[in-house]
Nanobody, 126 residues
Framework: EVQLVEPGGGLVQAGGSLRLSCVASGFTDDDYAIGWFRQVPGKEREGVSC????????HYADSVKGRFTISSDNAKNTVYLQMTRLKPEDTAVYYCAQAVCDSDYDLIVLAESGSWGQGTQVTVSS
C-alpha cells in the first residue's frame, strides 16, 4: 500500500519561505513519481512540481519556477517542497500524491494509482 502524508504548512508573510514534507511509503522500486499539487476553493487543483525517482528528473509549473524546489531524502522516504519568495497567490491547500511527471509534455497530474490525502494549508499574508 502506498501512503503519502503531508506534514507541515502554515502561515507566512509574503516574500517568506516554507518547506513542505511528504513522507512516502510502500513503493518497491524507483519507477514512480511524486507530485505536489495545490487547490484554492472554487478552482481546479493544479500541479505545482514533481519528481520522477527513476532518474531524479523534476518539473515545475511556470507559476513557481525559480521560487519552488522539489527534492528528496531517500533514506527518510521524504519528498520536500521548498517554497521561497512566497506570494499571496500561493495560498492554497497543498497535496502530495503519486503523479505522472513529464517535462516534455508539461505534465504534473495525478497518477492512475494515486489518491489524494488531506493536504496541508499554506497561507501567505500580504
Amino acid at each position: 500500500e502506498v501512503q503519502l502524508v503531508e506534514p507541515g504548512g502554515g502561515l507566512v508573510q509574503a516574500g517568506g519561505s516554507l518547506r513542505l514534507s511528504c513522507v512516502a511509503s510502500g513503493f518497491t522500486d524507483d519507477d514512480y513519481a511524486i507530485g505536489w499539487f495545490r487547490q484554492v476553493p472554487g478552482k481546479e487543483r493544479e500541479g505545482v512540481s514533481c519528481m520522477y525517482f527513476g532518474d531524479g528528473s523534476t518539473h515545475y509549473a511556470d507559476s513557481v519556477k525559480g521560487r519552488f524546489t522539489i527534492s528528496s531524502d531517500n533514506a527518510k522516504n521524504t519528498v520536500y517542497l521548498q517554497m521561497t519568495r512566497l506570494k499571496p497567490e500561493d495560498t492554497a491547500v497543498y497535496y502530495c500524491a503519486q503523479a505522472v511527471c513529464d517535462s516534455d509534455y508539461d505534465l504534473i497530474v495525478l497518477a492512475e494509482s494515486g489518491s489524494w490525502g488531506q493536504g496541508t494549508q499554506v497561507t501567505v499574508s500580504s
